[in-house]
């Protein structure tokens, strides 16, 4: 059986894993720059080869965040979810015993997060978002949200729709009880 060949972003990630276990702190702190456009050219050694365009904002401004992200978390865990699944998570882990109402204080933020036509605007966003992930233990699945990036704003607005129905999902049976 043939294994399918990495993406690449894949083979990013994984170049950025092994920043993290040579403990290559200066790197790290480069790449963390990535969240601010006043010093993102701190990180632009480590993105420039894998970035199609540099002087295309949308391009750049995808790779900075997924790597100034993976640099703030060290590391990425496939399958997590989507940052609706991340927002939500980090709703509810604040509430737990009512969940609905959790969402409703972090709807605001959620909603703005939808209202981005672009992903650059995305991208300045999400870098809260991240960063209270990383504080709160919410894991990110950075390969999930590079694609999700990249496909933003696209027609069919999946990645939007995607974000919204794992953020407003359904709650388990037992809340439902609960309301009853």
Known sequence: MTEKPASTIQKFLSRLQDLVERDDRGALADLRRG???????????????????MDIDRDRRIWLTVAAGFATHLRTVPKSGNMGDVVRKLAVGQNP????DALKSFE??????????????????????????????????????FWDLQKWDKP???SKIEWASHYW????????????
């Open 108 to 145: 605001g933020r959620f909603r703005r997060l939808l209202t981005c036509a672009e992903p650059e605007e995305l991208c300045r966003h999400l870098t809260g978002i991240i960063r209270a992930a990383e504080r709160k233990g919410v894991p990110i699945d950075f390969e999930r949200l």
């Open 169 to 180: 999902a359904d709650e388990p049976e037992t809340e439902k009880g609960e309301a009853a």
């Open 35 to 53: 969240f601010s456009e006043a010093n993102e050219y701190r990180a632009w050694p480590y993105i420039a080869n894998w970035c199609r365009r």
């Open 156 to 158: 069919d607005r999946k």
């Open 97 to 100: 015993s009512k969940p609905r």
